[in-house]
């Protein structure tokens, strides 16, 4: 199996995160993507390569022009601004209000958490993206399986928007990159508000997503089961949310209640936000699956026999996800 990946993800690497503890360690650390690199490089069937240039154009395909451009530019104006050299984090939130034309009082219209962007965030996200972006390629080029290594995450970032720990929508951009019909599933712990967003008035790609109940869990505002798509995307989101403590069994019954839509739909080509925080013990989840349940999870999605590009999302306990991504992953070698 091909393995797409970067090693820019290094350049973002933000020291401190604000949480209800106050400022704490970043928990999404550059040594996430090292320690699955480093478990796929020892283990027999993967290939790593590095992705291609892709035309900047494929960005405003699910991203907004300004926002991009606020991403590309912010860290710099910030700074030069005499902010803090640390990060780009917003103390105010538009909540629907209008974009300023200066670009350090856009942080707020940008972003809808304080996650930070440092120096190297732009370049990182953007080698990300294109790690997503080339393992779509490879599927269309008739590849059955490629998983992009990607870091930092994209699940969360919406159109114009940055936030938990994402910034370009890795999967989005690769399920628009593979064009036809497209099931998107999310399978990490938290709900992909981001992808949601982008595909929630098309009727091209089915999004799916299994995560904890937003009632009690980040993102909170996003990700009920009530939430269906609209115009001609209505009928195209379910939401599959669960309870804390949620374990195989239980989680293995709501997957299967995705793939039954998912068959219904009938799609070219399956896209995977895997995110491993659905493991039992991660610092940022409370479900109870465990290894050996995302091997079944694996097994399972692999069963649909469909072009499948898994995109890296969330997962922060380090000793856990080199063995997750060869569980998961395994079945589609
Ligand atoms: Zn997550």
């Known amino acids: 199996m091909k393995v797409v990946y970067s090693e820019a993800h290094h350049r973002h690497a933000p020291e401190t995160e604000l949480t209800r503890e ?11 993507a090292d320690t699955i690199l480093l478990t796929l490089r020892e283990t027999p069937g993967f290939q790593i390569i590095s992705p291609s240039v892709h035309p900047p154009e494929l960005l405003l395909q699910v991203h907004d022009p300004g926002y991009l451009h606020f991403l590309e530019n912010i860290y710099p104006a910030w700074v030069k601004a005499g902010e803090p050299a640390s990060g780009v984090v917003p103390v105010t939130f ?20 304080t996650t930070p962007i440092v120096a190297g965030t732009y370049e990182a ?4 993206a294109r790690c997503a972006l080339s393992a779509a390629d490879l599927v269309l080029g008739g590849e059955k399986a490629v998983y992009a290594l990607c870091r930092p995450p994209g699940h969360h970032a919406a159109r114009a928007l940055c936030g938990g720990y994402c910034y370009l929508n890795n999967a989005a951009l690769a399920a628009t990159r593979l064009g036809g019909r497209v099931a998107l599933l999310d399978i990490d ?17 089915l999004f799916l997503s299994l995560h904890a109940d937003p009632n009690y869990a980040y993102p909170f505002f996003w990700g009920y089961a009530d939430e269906g798509g609209a115009g001609k995307g209505e009928g195209y989101t379910h939401n599959l949310p669960l309870p804390a403590g949620t374990g195989d069994q239980p989680y293995l019954q709501a997957l299967d209640q995705a793939l039954a839509l998912i068959q219904r739909f009938g799609p070219d080509y399956l896209v995977l936000s895997a995110g491993f925080d659905l493991l039992a013990g991660d610092p940022l989840g409370d479900f109870s699956v465990s290894l050996e349940g995302l091997k079944r999870i694996g097994e399972r999605l692999a069963g649909l026999r469909l072009p499948a590009l898994v995109v890296q999302e969330g997962g922060y306990q380090l ?15």
Request: charged letters at 15%; one cysteine or more.
């Open 22 to 32: 106050g400022y704490t360690p970043y928990f999404e650390c550059p040594q996430r």
């Open 319 to 333: 000793r856990h996800l080199g063995r997750a991504a060869v569980n998961l992953l395994g079945a589609f070698t």
């Open 189 to 205: 712990y938290h709900h992909g508000n981001g992808t949601q967003e982008v595909f929630y008035s098309s009727g091209q790609v």
């Open 94 to 113: 538009a909540q629907g209000g209008r974009c300023p034309a200066d670009l350090v009082n856009q942080t707020g219209y940008y972003c809808f958490d």
């Open 125 to 128: 996200a953007l080698e990300a």
